[in-house]
């Protein structure tokens, strides 16, 4: 791996349970009490024809709506790359489909429902709006499907194969599934939705803020071995999918009685909720964090994320002093 | 860096096992039949199913609920623990390693036989729990438990080209440095849900497939699985094995044209040929063997054929498309076909394009005996999924150390 390239974060933009396309919780956060909180959805009118809009589902126009911003915003129009990760994918029209084939049997279906239910419709759809030719792949592997869509455009992006991604991650909840993940995710605090998407780059043609400095995918982990990878580096700020449920918190309360020191912790999970793509809103909150954190100053995060205990995701997020901010 | 094939694992319609498999091949006996285990009404499309029951594999495997409900996951563990075990894989050898898979529908057998009783009492029943299963990646991760205690564990879902971009994904992790050893490829069992929204599409053949046929009709659905190890070179050194060929070129692209048709000139899958042929540092004319997509659609093949035209001109290789032999194995037929194409690299044969009779064209003239040729020094596996995902793998013969 070519050890000059670096990797920075141009750009992002959320659809969340949050004010869209905005920062707004920053300051202002929503605060809910229900189980289930669906997206606030944005105003697409500027960023997509109306008449494409009314065909695509809720996914579909929160994934254009966060590419298409995030793009605007860094300047760069055709990304060599479009990575996107997704736990559950096009879950409104499967289930539509799964509906009509109960009620209707085998012989009365909509091939729409169908065209727009695989997993890649998110990238494929995105590539046919910009014309992108480039390399476009989709990963749905549980709570670190982000993270593995983001080891994917990181990784081509170190080694030089792609000089910029556009990588996100994409989950919809429908009524009946929120139901069901009730029972079948008794860790979850509040079920949520998440688009998220955001613009890298080797920051050969811009700079920014934020750099990736490293992402690690773990399989059910050794919890010491996870801990000594931590207490390599005592200094960066621990971010942690905290969501105050206990089945949720116990690993990371583990994992921080391996360490051997006390770091400072955030946590996102109370204002964005819990879904397959929430990971992403790790990443989202701690790459403003980093962008706000002063230009004097070494700013770091470290974000942790598990995924039932079984998968778990390290990333390292870096700011250096003197880096410009690009706006 | 050279990557390196180590071992392989297959389960299609062709038999258990690699050795099954090239038996089948080289007998010219397809594996489409009518739909015997699969709970569906339209019994009028044949499909490549495997032959062995839930029940059946789950006995072979010696594993219980819930991977004996989950036909995707009972697939992939019996072609990923012969892979990793054709590559001598032990233990200590996988807990740094990687197993990266593609699947698109998971677990939805599941759902499909759990939705109804879910939905009709508003999640209130323990059914319910069974929808669990439908995400892709439980499936990877129980094949992953089943198979050995990897590393990391993660999947690919692009429909059809799945199982090829696990194995680009792989391929790239080992370049990066991120770990030696990868098992890729893909599962994935036929459904109502698939076999319906194919049908939709109007898509699927009543007859058995005919790729690159003038009057071809469609598609036979398949279902399978196939992993294959990737190794970097010096892993293979370390461990002193003996590599099956070397992955020297491969390429993801977009066609960016439409959801589910592909271009007319087959810009994505001529873009992927291309640069899996640039990273190989290969020209066209080094290609013995295209083991194409040739799904048997009009569309599909027309394009491809097209994109094929734009790169050897009247000169394309010997191709074939081997669906007529497996049936359209969707997420594992990236893999399921790298395997068919190892097994011709070795043995010195090209597999059939079973069903052929008339060109589309002057040049598009698929292989249809058993060719015998004794050196296959280069093939290209492409595999082209909804959303105009195309992926071209080259496999290499390697010189043996």
């Not at chain 1, 012989?107 to 419709?121: A, D, E, G, I, Y």
């Not at chain 2, 398949?222 to 060929?245: D, F, H, M, Q, W």
Request: aromatic share 8%.
């Amino acid at each position: 791996m070519n050890k000059e390239t670096r990797c920075f974060v141009l750009s992002m933009a959320q659809v969340s349970c949050q004010k869209p396309l905005c920062d707004e919780w920053i300051d202002n956060p929503c605060e809910y009490t229900d189980y289930f909180v669906r997206a606030q959805e944005p105003d697409t009118r500027s960023l997509i024809p109306p008449s494409e809009a009314r065909r695509m589902s809720r996914i579909l126009k929160r994934a254009v709506a966060t590419s298409i911003t995030a793009l605007n915003e860094s300047g760069i129009s055709h990304p060599d790359a479009i990575i996107t990760g997704t736990g559950t994918g096009c879950m409104e029209n499967s289930e539509k489909f799964l509906i009509d084939l109960c009620r209707y049997g085998e012989n009365c279906l909509k091939p729409t429902l169908f065209m727009q239910s695989t997993h890649n419709t998110i990238s494929s759809l995105i590539a046919i709006i910009l014309k992108c030719h480039g390399y476009n792949n989709t990963y749905s592997h549980m709570g670190i499907s982000f993270e593995s869509a983001l080891l994917d455009a990181w990784l081509q992006i170190k080694n030089g194969m792609i000089r910029n991604a556009l990588t996100g991650a994409h989950d919809e909840v429908t009524p009946f599934m929120a139901l069901v993940m009730e029972r079948t995710h008794p860790e979850f605090s509040f079920i949520s939705e998440t688009s998220m998407s955001a613009m890298l780059s080797s920051g050969n043609d811009y700079t920014s803020a934020c750099e990736i400095k490293d992402i690690r995918l773990l399989h059910k982990p050794d919890m010491k071995k996870l801990a000594a990878l931590l207490n390599e580096d005592t200094d960066p700020v621990l971010m942690l999918g905290i969501n105050g449920n206990p089945l949720n918190d116990a690993p990371y309360l583990e994992l921080l009685g391996n360490l051997d020191y006390s770091p400072s912790t955030e946590q996102y999970k109370k204002t964005f909720g819990d879904n397959f793509s929430s990971s992403a809103m790790a990443f989202y909150k701690g790459v403003r964090i980093l962008e706000n954190c002063g230009d004097d100053k070494t700013g770091r995060i470290t974000l942790i994320n598990h995924s039932e205990d079984s998968e778990w995701s390290v990333i390292r997020l870096q700011r250096q002093p003197g880096e410009i901010v690009k706006k | 860096m050279k990557i390196f094939v180590t071992g392989t694992g297959i389960i299609s319609a062709l038999g258990t096992g690699t050795e099954a498999t090239l038996q089948s091949l080289l007998s010219g006996e397809s594996g489409i039949d009518v739909i015997r285990h699969l709970s569906t009404g339209h019994k009028e499309f044949p499909a490549g199913e495997v032959a062995l029951s839930n029940e059946d594999i789950a006995g072979m495997l010696g594993v219980g609920y819930p991977e004996n409900g989950l036909r995707t996951v009972l697939l992939g563990i019996t072609a990923a623990r012969e892979a990793v075990s054709s590559a001598s894989l032990a233990d200590t050898d996988l807990k740094d390693a990687a197993f990266v898979s593609g699947t698109t529908v998971g677990g939805m057998d599941k759902t499909e036989k759990y939705f109804k009783s879910a939905f009709d009492a508003e999640s209130k029943t323990e059914d319910s729990l069974e929808l669990k299963y439908n995400d892709c990646g439980y499936s990877s991760a129980m094949i992953a438990d089943n198979t050995g205690c990897f590393g990391m564990v993660t999947t690919t879902s692009t429909a059809c080209s799945s199982a090829a971009n696990a194995i680009i994904f792989g391929a790239n992790l080992i370049k990066s440095g991120v770990t030696d050893i990868v098992v890729a490829g893909g599962a994935e069992a036929l459904t109502k849900f698939h076999l319906n929204g194919f049908n939709t599409l109007m898509i699927l053949d009543m007859d058995t497939c005919r790729p690159f046929d003038r009057d071809r009709a469609g598609i036979n659905l398949g279902e399978g699985a196939a992993y294959i190890v990737l190794e970097s070179e010096e892993s293979v050194k370390r461990r002193n094995v003996r590599p099956v060929a070397e992955l020297s070129g491969y390429a993801n692209t977009c066609d960016a044209f439409h959801q589910t048709a592909t271009s007319e000139n087959g810009e994505g899958a001529y873009l992927a040929m291309r640069k899996a042929m640039d990273m190989a540092r290969l020209s066209p004319g080094d290609i013995d063997y295209v083991n194409a997509h040739g799904t048997g659609t009009p569309n599909n093949d027309a394009s491809e054929l097209a994109a094929m035209e734009r790169i050897w001109g009247t000169q394309i290789p010997a191709f074939s498309s081997t669906k007529a032999f497996t049936g359209h194995t969707t997420s594992a037929s990236g893999s399921i076909e790298t395997v068919i194409c190892l097994l011709a690299m070795q043995h010195g044969f090209i597999p059939p394009n079973l069903g052929w009779r008339i060109p589309i064209n002057e040049g598009g003239i698929p292989i249809t005996g058993t060719d015998k040729r004794k050196d296959i020094r280069n093939i290209i596996n492409n595999s082209f999924g909804f959303g105009g995902n195309d992926s071209s793998l080259i496999f290499s013969k390697c010189q043996l150390h």
